[in-house]
């Protein structure tokens, strides 16, 4: 299943991951001198630092952003019934 929640449209093109990823956001703390607790308003954007866990492919979040590379590669790997086509020109 594509994500469409935090990771919406975020996949690794690489190795076909859809989770989970390790990305560089920011973030508010609750800090207590033994740490940090709670945290809220977590915050990326495309030039995050983003590396997917499972292959260690490393980029900005906008690179993992679904686009063309999906396509690439969802037709390498699960296109089982390929469709040649003939090319036999102009049949006029
Ligand atoms: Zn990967």
Redesign the pocket.
Known sequence: MPNNNCLDGIW?S??G?EEPFSIYARAQFVVYDEGTDEFTNVEWDDESVCV?L??K?TGVVKNFKRDQKEIDFKEKTHDPDRTVREDRGDAD
Request: proline share 0%; aromatic share 0%.
């Open positions: 690794c690489e190795c991951s997917c499972k292959c492919n």
